[in-house]
């Protein structure tokens, strides 16, 4: 039973650093593509951008 709460916070861990990883990594792929001038809307919008990293990172971190 204590292996098994273990686990569970290790995989809350993970899960959490995905997001801030994922936020992070895409807050600046934001930034950086429109101060570039590419025309994503997708990519170059920081808020956007931060949200749809976020998501992907959870889903990389929680498909472990």
Avoid: W
Avoid at 18 to 26: C, E, L, N, P, Q
Avoid at 30 to 49: E, I, N
Wanted: glycine letters at 14%.
């Amino acid at each position: 039973k204590k292996k098994k709460k273990k686990m569970e916070l290790l995989n809350m861990i993970q899960a959490v650093l995905g997001i801030v990883i994922g936020a992070g990594v895409g807050f600046l792929i934001g930034k950086y593509m429109s101060l570039l001038g590419f025309g994503c809307p997708l990519l170059c919008d920081p808020r956007v951008s931060t949200i749809y990293f976020a998501i992907m990172g959870f889903l990389f971190a929680a498909g472990n």
